[in-house]
């Protein structure tokens, strides 16, 4: 672990707790480089009405245009949950250089849990995972508790 | 095969050559539903400045626009190129029934070639390779020698 790994992981669970409110599935990301947070998202899958609205997705997406490039050379992504394989593929398309979760995905975590696209030769981002994972896995065990 | 997979996958090559002309890595992609093409789109990854500019996900996200939810429900996609992990990812997410590719990609196709995205338990698109594949080969390597 780095440093500054927890105060930014509680940076990616401020944003998840944005999507708790809006009655999101609550999962946030943001992406830091030289020790600035160039890019903060969370999920909005149902209220964007769309596939591609997770939190990692959305971040990658500022951050390529807060950049003005494909490459986010030098960039590392927080984000709450274990990135899945479409999210995952994202990071490593972008060459986010390391990634840090909270949450493991036993469903779809696709860095080591269900997967790990780092087994192939791709580029390999670095991978921690489990940073502050009770806050993080508590704010998903409770959303879903909540809905059933 | 069915019966209108080639025509479609001649639209996705359609889309194909615009990126080529546009000198993008030359991939095309288009979405079906009951005949209907609901969504074309192509590479942009250089001039749009984005990881995520892919044929697929650009098509997923107007396909999502265009049907105003998250679920791409009896949907078709046909790709002249074997999904990526971010790609195929999305494929699965979206919930899109069927995708027919061109190529297989050796580097970092996920529909079977480097990783099976259905081995494992999430939703399985059904998948059919090599439609065409000669001709969504041929702009590829043509666009790769011309850049040797």
């Not at 930014?8 to 946030?28: C, F, H, S, T, W």
């Not at 943001?30 to 903060?40: L, S």
């Not at 149902?46 to 939190?55: M, R, S, T």
């Not at 003005?68 to 590392?76: A, H, N, S």
Request: proline share 3%; charged share 25%.
């Amino acid at each position: 672990m780095m440093a500054d790994d927890i105060k930014y992981m509680a940076l990616a669970i401020n944003e998840a707790k944005k999507a708790q409110r809006r009655d999101e599935v609550p999962v946030g990301a943001i992406i830091v480089r030289d020790g600035e947070v160039i890019a903060k998202a969370y999920n909005t899958r149902e209220h964007g009405k769309n596939a591609l609205h997770h939190a990692e997705i959305k971040a990658i997406d500022k951050a390529c245009k807060r950049l003005g490039g494909w490459r986010l050379v030098g960039c590392t992504m927080y984000v709450t949950l274990e990135p899945c394989p479409m999210c995952a593929g994202a990071i490593v398309n972008a060459r986010i250089e390391r990634v840090v979760y909270g949450a493991h995905d036993h469903k779809a975590g696709a860095f080591g849990t269900m997967i790990n696209l780092t087994d192939y030769p791709l580029f390999k981002p670095q991978i921690e995972g489990g940073v502050l994972e009770t806050e993080c896995a508590q704010l998903l065990s409770s959303f879903f508790k909540a809905k059933r």
